[in-house]
């Protein structure tokens, strides 16, 4: 694996393929737009930004994590998919780019809920699909406790992934 996106546009097309997948490379002309659209069956459309981590640091190019954040602070789906160390797989919601920016993954807890362990054969891609294709995640600042979201919004995300949910 020696991609910078780890695989991991390769893998969301080859693992959620009822998504219609665009690959964006906007060089020069903007600052920051993730590489990755999406469009899930019933419309709902989002941007991702795919990233490798050896470690916990994620480096981002100019303006990739204000992006991600100003479009989760005015309602759109944003996440960045990170594949730490080959065999984990986290999304977080743009809203925290940020955040992970300045300090790391661990910035946001090792317990964090959507990260997945055990390579892609053992990644939940229903979760993940469920997540991308639901509500919008309008998290910008991290909770109080690192790993879980707290309140209305780790409660409509849990219930969103939740087994037997309509999304899973």
């Given at each position: 694996?020696?991609?910078i ?11 959620i ?6 690959s964006?490379?906007t060089?020069?002309t903007?600052?920051?737009?993730p590489?990755t ?13 795919c ?5 916990w640091s994620?480096?981002?190019q ?22 730490r160390?080959?065999d984990?797989?986290?999304?977080v ?8 920016e ?18 892609p ?8 699909r ?15 406790s690192?790993?879980?979201l707290?309140?209305a ?5 849990r219930a ?9």
């Amino acid at each position: 694996m020696t991609k910078i996106d780890g695989g991991l546009r390769a893998l969301l097309r080859g693992k959620i393929p009822e998504f219609h997948w665009t690959s964006i490379e906007t060089g020069g002309t903007a600052n920051g737009v993730p590489d990755t659209n999406y469009l899930a069956p019933g419309g709902a459309e989002g941007w991702i930004e795919c990233k490798r981590a050896r470690f916990w640091s994620v480096e981002f190019q100019t303006g990739q994590a204000a992006w991600l954040h100003r479009r989760a602070r005015l309602g759109g789906r944003a996440w960045l998919a990170v594949r730490r160390a080959g065999d984990e797989l986290w999304l977080v919601p743009g809203g925290l780019a940020l955040a992970v920016e300045r300090g790391g993954l661990l910035a946001l807890g090792e317990a964090w809920d959507w990260r997945w362990q055990g390579g892609p054969g053992r990644w939940a891609w229903g979760e993940a699909r469920a997540l991308l294709a639901g509500p919008a995640v309008a998290i910008t600042a991290l909770p109080d406790s690192p790993g879980r979201l707290r309140g209305a919004a780790g409660r409509a995300a849990r219930a969103r992934t939740a087994p037997g949910s309509q999304h899973t």
